[in-house]
């Protein structure tokens, strides 16, 4: 037990903060140790009631004197946490250095072994220093097992096998991964840091990549975006250097300035996949190791069209959405009928979409269905409903909701979640069949 290894570190930091002698401190870290035997086995005997269920009553507040600065807070603490409940600890100001003696004796290195599938040790993500060791059958049953919880901050995997590498690289749920290395001291751009699912707020942008600060950004778009040489031919390149041909003629009508820049918006969309989130980046090239920075298409999008929004705002989504290789669908409100839903009806709109489905249905459904969605894409801020901000307050779904960009460098990001693999692919020096590379 963790008081009791650091009963003499307890002797010296009361004496340097209250100036209590070693002989009255001893005897407050044996009391300390009770506390912390007994009340657990307290919890149990209520346990063992057959008839009666309990819980924790939610978050306790330990607030301790200076006089005896390890009994007394020790004894609030562990009675509250045995019983199930998180606690504030607020210890007296003239026994900090105490209190935070006794904080690291809760906040020391734990292993559980044995744990259950389907557990809370299992599916509960612990900010702290506890290992849960359990038993898989194989490397895909280890991979079950990870994804299983929902959460995906960091995950590491120790193999020399290539083909366990690669497997566990194309399914695990995590946002950085480590291969035979350790799973801390991520550095910046090196190994951009951020979780993916639970373990993610917001859009998911990895602190230390090239898109971190573009969150706290806004933009104005003035002209039509830059682009590059597009070398790839593409179905979707080609309806829109149609439409563009369809533009020059006025075949769009009074939708040729909505149709022109959903050309230049594919264009660029087609350009930034190439360069950019269509291919593993290494800003470093490091000698012995790899560090990519990969960009996932988001797997269950919806595009949510409002009445306000105009047609460019719409298809441009939708182009985005293609290129990017996720799996969407349009979602219209209940009796929306105007010049956006017409033109997704006609020969033009269904060329974009191909076999995309566009559904119906009210801001109610919605918001009861976010449960089944990775993510929303709304063309503004204010178009979206307070129902559907209020449903994904309460499970931490993001909105994206920043104006619809012609530029891809900016809009090509709502549509991705971003993962970093960090390879130590040398053994001791040894870079083995990468060295003929090298």
Same mark, same amino acid.
């Given at each position: 037990?963790?008081?009791?290894?650091?009963?003499?570190?307890?002797?010296?930091?009361?004496?340097?903060?209250?100036?209590?002698?070693?002989? %009255?401190?001893?005897?407050? +870290?044996?009391?300390?140790?009770?506390?912390?035997?007994?009340?657990?086995?307290?919890?149990?005997?209520? /346990?063992?009631?057959?008839? +009666?269920?309990?819980?924790?009553?939610?978050?306790?507040?330990?607030?301790?004197?200076?006089?005896?600065?390890?009994?007394?807070?020790?004894?609030?603490?562990?009675?509250?946490?045995?019983?199930?409940?998180?606690?504030?600890?607020?210890?007296?100001?003239?026994?900090?250095?105490?209190?935070?003696?006794?904080?690291?004796?809760?906040?020391?290195?734990?292993?559980?072994?044995?744990?259950?599938?389907?557990? #809370?040790?299992?599916?509960?993500?612990?900010?702290?220093?506890? @290992?849960?060791?359990?038993?898989?059958?194989?490397?895909?049953?280890?991979? %079950?097992?990870?994804?299983?919880?929902? #959460?995906?901050?960091?995950?590491?995997?120790?193999?020399?096998?290539?083909?366990?590498?690669?497997?566990?690289?194309?399914?695990?749920?995590?946002?950085? @991964?480590?291969?035979?290395?350790?799973?801390?001291?991520?550095?910046?751009?090196?190994?951009?840091?951020?979780?993916?699912?639970?373990?993610?707020?917001?859009?998911?942008? *990895?602190?230390?990549?090239?898109? #971190? +600060?573009?969150?706290?950004?806004?933009? *104005?778009?003035?002209?039509?975006?830059?682009?590059?040489?597009?070398?790839?031919?593409?179905?979707?390149?080609?309806?829109?250097?149609?439409?563009?041909?369809?533009?020059?003629?006025?075949?769009?009508?009074?939708?040729?300035?909505?149709?022109?820049?959903?050309?230049?918006?594919?264009?660029?969309?087609?350009?930034?996949? *190439?360069?950019?989130?269509?291919?593993?980046?290494?800003?470093?090239?490091?000698?012995?190791?790899?560090?990519? @920075?990969?960009?996932?298409?988001?797997?269950?999008?919806?595009?949510? +069209?409002?009445?306000?929004?105009?047609?460019? %705002?719409?298809?441009?989504?939708?182009?985005?959405? *293609?290129?990017?290789?996720?799996?969407?669908?349009?979602?219209?409100?209940?009796?929306?009928?105007?010049?956006?839903?017409?033109?997704?009806?006609?020969?033009?709109?269904?060329?974009?979409?191909?076999?995309?489905?566009?559904?119906?249905?009210?801001?109610?459904?919605?918001?009861?269905?976010?449960?089944?969605?990775?993510?929303?894409?709304?063309?503004?801020? /204010?178009?979206?409903?307070?129902?559907?901000?209020?449903?994904?307050?309460?499970?931490?779904?993001?909105?994206?909701?920043?104006?619809? #960009?012609?530029?891809?460098? @900016?809009?090509?990001?709502?549509?991705?979640?971003?993962?970093?693999?960090?390879?130590?692919?040398?053994?001791?020096?040894?870079?083995?069949?990468?060295?003929?590379?090298?």
């Amino acid at each position: 037990m963790e008081l009791r290894k650091r009963r003499g570190d307890f002797l010296g930091v009361a004496a340097a903060d209250t100036g209590k002698i070693f002989t %009255e401190t001893d005897v407050e +870290v044996s009391e300390a140790v009770d506390f912390a035997e007994f009340h657990p086995w307290s919890v149990q005997q209520f /346990d063992n009631i057959k008839t +009666v269920s309990s819980k924790g009553k939610g978050v306790g507040l330990v607030i301790s004197p200076w006089n005896f600065p390890v009994a007394i807070p020790c004894g609030g603490l562990v009675a509250a946490l045995s019983a199930g409940n998180s606690v504030i600890f607020k210890p007296s100001t003239d026994a900090v250095l105490t209190a935070w003696q006794l904080y690291q004796c809760f906040w020391s290195p734990g292993i559980k072994y044995g744990v259950e599938p389907g557990s #809370y040790d299992h599916m509960t993500e612990f900010f702290g220093p506890l @290992l849960s060791v359990m038993c898989a059958m194989d490397l895909t049953h280890v991979i %079950e097992l990870i994804n299983q919880t929902g #959460y995906g901050l960091t995950s590491g995997i120790e193999s020399l096998d290539r083909r366990e590498q690669q497997q566990w690289q194309d399914t695990v749920f995590a946002g950085n @991964l480590y291969i035979n290395r350790g799973t801390t001291g991520a550095i910046t751009l090196r190994q951009p840091f951020g979780g993916i699912g639970k373990s993610a707020l917001g859009p998911g942008i *990895k602190a230390g990549s090239p898109d #971190y +600060v573009g969150q706290f950004m806004e933009f *104005k778009e003035h002209d039509k975006p830059l682009t590059g040489v597009i070398n790839k031919e593409c179905a979707l390149l080609r309806l829109a250097n149609e439409w563009e041909t369809m533009v020059h003629w006025g075949a769009f009508g009074e939708n040729s300035a909505d149709i022109a820049q959903t050309v230049a918006a594919i264009k660029s969309y087609l350009y930034h996949m *190439k360069k950019r989130f269509g291919r593993n980046q290494d800003f470093f090239h490091l000698r012995g190791q790899d560090n990519i @920075l990969r960009y996932l298409p988001i797997t269950d999008m919806l595009i949510r +069209v409002h009445a306000d929004d105009s047609l460019f %705002e719409t298809l441009a989504r939708i182009a985005a959405a *293609k290129v990017a290789g996720c799996n969407f669908v349009v979602s219209l409100p209940k009796g929306l009928d105007n010049d956006v839903t017409s033109f997704l009806e006609n020969r033009y709109g269904r060329a974009l979409l191909k076999n995309k489905p566009v559904i119906c249905g009210s801001d109610k459904q919605l918001a009861n269905n976010l449960h089944s969605l990775e993510r929303i894409r709304y063309a503004a801020p /204010d178009r979206v409903p307070a129902e559907i901000f209020q449903a994904a307050s309460e499970n931490g779904f993001f909105i994206a909701r920043t104006p619809v #960009y012609m530029e891809g460098r @900016l809009e090509m990001l709502h549509y991705f979640k971003q993962q970093s693999i960090c390879n130590n692919y040398h053994r001791y020096g040894n870079l083995g069949k990468r060295s003929d590379l090298e």
